[in-house]
């Protein structure tokens, strides 16, 4: 139990990585809260980590909202009295667009999520942790900004921001005992992508199970992690195994990005 006794914060919790992180998190003793968008998704989470026995406090957040993200925090602290752990995993990928064809007011969406919702998240916990004198903040990031695609601007921008951001949050926020790292997935084997595979072979005339062979053969492992394996970084970082590790960014990957 890496969690025990500890309180963790998972934004934008959904039902691919955002879930599999707050469940690892529950499984080593955390509590958990969790914010999101989707007061119905939330609900069902919330029901699910309940019946594994975890304390749960669920609250809508919308963490372009400094409000929300200090509401969040509030309400956190006031149910469990501390706040040790945060995981910033809002993200939006969208809009997909080339450079010379975007309406550039639309990047700034990207932005607002996944680099000012981040730390407006972060700016809201401090406090909190300041009490403590040793806490975890996880920025979950992406490959995508270091193994650039084409189209995919926006979210390029805002997650190469927040890995900058990490590095100088681990050197602002150090001298608190706060340690500030950034986990990067590339492909996860989920949903999402399952759903991708599907569509591309109903395109291509080929099938799911050849395109997912193709991605994963191009991870030196072989293979396409799973949200839960990415996790698994998640909660290294968010517990004392991880004590000297900050200002870090992690690419959690099965070798398909090398940095």
Avoid at 129 to 139: F, G, I
Wanted: hydrophobic content about 45%.
């Amino acid at each position: 139990m890496l969690l025990e006794g500890r309180t963790a914060i998972v934004s934008g919790v959904g039902p691919g990585l955002g879930r599999a992180i707050a469940i690892a998190l529950a499984a080593e003793g955390a509590s958990i809260g969790i914010g999101a968008r989707n007061e119905e998704y939330l609900a069902t989470l919330a029901d699910e980590l309940r019946a594994g026995g975890t304390e749960v406090l669920a609250q809508r957040t919308d963490i372009t909202s400094p409000t929300d993200c200090q509401q969040l925090a509030e309400a956190v602290h006031g149910r469990f009295g501390r706040i040790d752990i945060l995981v910033n995993n809002g993200h939006l990928s969208r809009p997909q667009e080339r450079f010379d064809e975007a309406d550039l007011v639309s990047w700034r969406a990207s932005m607002d999520v996944n680099y000012w919702g981040s730390l407006a998240m972060t700016q809201a916990v401090v406090p909190y942790m300041k009490q403590l004198d040793d806490a975890r903040v996880v920025m979950i990031n992406s490959m995508a900004m270091a193994r650039i695609r084409p189209n995919d601007g926006p979210y390029v921008g805002s997650k190469s921001a927040l890995a900058a951001a990490t590095k100088y949050l681990a050197t602002d926020l150090g001298q608190f005992g706060i340690r500030v790292n950034g986990v990067h997935p590339g492909f996860m084997m989920e949903e999402k992508l399952e759903r991708y595979f599907e569509q591309a072979a109903a395109a291509s005339g080929r099938t799911p199970e050849q395109l997912r062979d193709e991605v994963a053969s191009g991870a030196r492992l072989g293979y396409i992690p799973s949200a839960a394996e990415v996790a698994g970084t998640v909660v290294f970082l968010a517990s004392d195994l991880a004590r000297p590790v900050t200002g870090q960014c992690i690419h959690v990957n099965a070798g398909t990005f090398i940095a």
